[in-house]
């Protein structure tokens, strides 16, 4: 079964003119300036984990263009009750919902939702798959700060393994040829992570990472996602930190990037994080206009 026509379910089979089409649209999105390509549309946030940024960055952008919200998380709704995923989609297509944003633990979730319910999905990150309205707002942060992809480097850091953020910035970067490090341990960045995009490839060490890198980006380790494996963390700290001493291997012009949440003192020193080429902050900015064009795209609206 095909997905319902405008649903955004990973970067993976996305070519490049669909994904810079993207990009194009979100520059010309403001939102200080409303824009009502989805007036009297009803956007409902699905969100069966928990989420700051992605979350309040749909909620605005669809407000600004005009849109009606309604916020489900899994507390406080019938979902709580064992309603099964489905029979939570037809309930929310019968009350009139024109697009889905879902956030769930499990990998698939938004594309079996979109196969099955005639109203447009958006992926706002399932299980360890993918989270593609991210890696379009890295793309976006990078090409603001950068020329081009062209010649570039881009090391991510961190727990890769149970990144859905890695995972689709490695399909988006690696379809515009650019070269992508993952740095980290064995227990967060198997051998296998090598074969998630072309030009993707594995190291254990930072330096290794970071010599003549652009873009540098943090990830957390993501504890709750652990299950029994045993991290070290001190050991962590010591190899794999952000500090500032660190930073002065890459390019004296890299940026560090973050999806947030971050972990002060974990994968990166305060320094780091509220440092001058830490563009964390901007991520979190560019997500609005970012995601009003994924809203608009949904509806049809993005000419
Ligand atoms: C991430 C996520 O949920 O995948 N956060 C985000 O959406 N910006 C990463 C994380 O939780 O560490």
Same mark, same amino acid.
């Given at each position: 079964?095909?997905?319902?026509r405008?649903?955004?379910?990973g970067?993976?089979?996305?070519?490049?003119?669909e994904i810079?089409?993207?990009?194009?649209?979100?520059?010309?999105?403001?939102?200080d300036?409303p824009?009502?390509?989805?007036?009297?549309?009803?956007?409902?946030l699905l969100?069966?984990?928990? @989420?700051?940024?992605t979350?309040? @960055?749909?909620?605005?952008?669809?407000?600004?263009?005009?849109?009606? &919200?309604?916020?489900?998380?899994?507390a !406080?709704?019938?979902?709580?009750?064992?309603?099964?995923?489905?029979?939570? !989609? /037809?309930?929310?297509?019968?009350?009139?919902?024109?697009?889905?944003?879902?956030?769930?633990?499990? %990998?698939?979730?938004?594309?079996?939702?979109?196969?099955?319910?005639?109203v447009?999905?958006?992926? %706002?990150?399932?299980?360890?798959?993918e989270?593609?309205?991210?890696?379009?707002?890295?793309? /976006?942060?990078?090409?603001?700060?950068?020329?081009?992809?062209? !010649?570039l480097?881009?090391?991510?850091?961190?727990?890769?393994?149970h990144?859905?953020?890695?995972?689709? %910035?490695?399909?988006?970067?690696g379809?515009?040829?650019?070269?992508?490090?993952?740095?980290?341990?064995?227990?967060?960045?198997?051998?296998? #992570?090598a074969?998630? #995009?072309?030009?993707v490839?594995? &190291?254990?060490?930072?330096?290794?990472?970071?010599?003549g890198t652009?873009?540098?980006?943090?990830?957390?380790?993501?504890?709750?996602?652990?299950?029994?494996?045993?991290?070290d963390?001190?050991?962590?700290?010591?190899r /794999?930190?952000m500090?500032? %001493?660190?930073?002065?291997?890459?390019?004296k012009?890299?940026?560090?990037?973050?999806?947030?949440?971050?972990?002060?003192?974990l994968?990166? &020193?305060?320094?780091?994080?509220?440092?001058?080429?830490?563009?964390?902050?901007?991520?979190?900015?560019n !997500?609005?206009?970012?995601?009003?064009?994924?809203l608009a795209?949904?509806?049809?609206?993005?000419?």
């Amino acid at each position: 079964m095909n997905p319902a026509r405008g649903s955004l379910l990973g970067i993976e089979h996305l070519d490049t003119a669909e994904i810079l089409k993207i990009l194009k649209f979100a520059r010309r999105m403001n939102p200080d300036k409303p824009r009502p390509l989805l007036k009297g549309k009803r956007v409902v946030l699905l969100f069966y984990e928990a @989420s700051t940024r992605t979350r309040s @960055s749909f909620e605005i952008a669809a407000k600004v263009m005009g849109a009606h &919200t309604v916020l489900i998380q899994s507390a !406080g709704s019938s979902i709580e009750k064992g309603e099964s995923l489905l029979d939570t !989609g /037809y309930t929310l297509r019968a009350v009139g919902a024109d697009i889905i944003v879902i956030r769930h633990p499990n %990998a698939g979730a938004p594309l079996v939702m979109a196969q099955h319910i005639d109203v447009p999905v958006i992926n %706002a990150g399932d299980g360890l798959h993918e989270h593609p309205s991210q890696a379009l707002l890295d793309a /976006y942060t990078i090409l603001r700060n950068k020329k081009s992809f062209k !010649g570039l480097q881009v090391s991510i850091v961190g727990d890769i393994f149970h990144s859905r953020v890695a995972r689709s %910035a490695c399909h988006l970067l690696g379809k515009f040829g650019v070269k992508v490090i993952l740095c980290g341990p064995p227990e967060l960045v198997p051998d296998i #992570a090598a074969t998630i #995009a072309p030009g993707v490839r594995v &190291t254990r060490h930072l330096e290794d990472a970071l010599r003549g890198t652009d873009v540098i980006m943090l990830l957390r380790v993501q504890k709750e996602r652990l299950a029994g494996m045993q991290i070290d963390l001190p050991d962590y700290i010591s190899r /794999y930190q952000m500090t500032t %001493a660190r930073l002065k291997m890459a390019k004296k012009d890299a940026i560090v990037l973050h999806p947030g949440p971050i972990i002060r003192g974990l994968e990166l &020193t305060s320094e780091i994080a509220d440092g001058a080429q830490t563009r964390i902050l901007d991520e979190v900015h560019n !997500g609005v206009p970012t995601r009003m064009a994924i809203l608009a795209r949904a509806v049809g609206r993005m000419r």
